[in-house]
């Protein structure tokens, strides 16, 4: 059994999959995870008691990328992290958020979609962005709009976890 970060599994009770367990928020920033009916929860801060169910805690098996993985570069994953934030977007905003020079984000886009790690979308609604319109909504009709996609979720997590 592996559990998630911030999550530990008590020593007291030893909690297993099935087992009804409640989590104890503990002052070194983990969730100490124990049976429900540990008799050491009786003697914590009730405050700090959090309901969990099992789904919500298990790692599931961990990632590894494709070989693909080795054509990406920081700019690449810059990219995806934008894309990661703030949504579906389209390259010359993209370039003008980033810094970078707007033909290399629109071959960036390309090489990113050809891996499967973005997506072309259908041009949205999107709410301006500071600083250019407050509060009003436009519809660029002539931009090509591109969102992450689960391969590109998971590329990202795994460069900002272990690729760096």
Not at 28 to 51: E, M, S, W
Not at 109 to 125: F, I, N, W
Request: with cysteine; charged share 35%.
């Amino acid at each position: 059994m592996r559990l998630k970060h911030d999550y530990i599994a008590a020593d007291c009770c030893k909690p297993k999959p099935g087992d009804p367990i409640t989590g104890y928020y503990s002052h070194d920033n983990f969730i100490k995870v124990h049976k429900t009916d540990c008799g050491n929860l009786a003697k914590v801060d009730p405050k700090r008691l959090i309901i969990l169910e099992w789904d919500d805690i298990l790692a599931g098996e961990e990632f590894c990328p494709d070989d693909d993985y080795r054509k990406l570069d920081e700019v690449d994953f810059r990219i995806l992290d934008h894309h990661r934030q703030l949504g579906v977007d389209y390259s010359l905003e993209v370039a003008v958020i980033l810094h970078i020079d707007r033909q290399t984000v629109f071959d960036r886009h390309d090489k990113l979609r050809g891996l499967g790690l973005l997506q072309r979308v259908a041009p949205k609604m999107i709410r301006y962005r500071k600083g250019i319109a407050k509060g009003k909504w436009i519809k660029h009709r002539n931009h090509t709009y591109y969102d992450l996609t689960e391969k590109g979720r998971k590329y990202l997590g795994f460069y900002l976890e272990k690729g760096r």
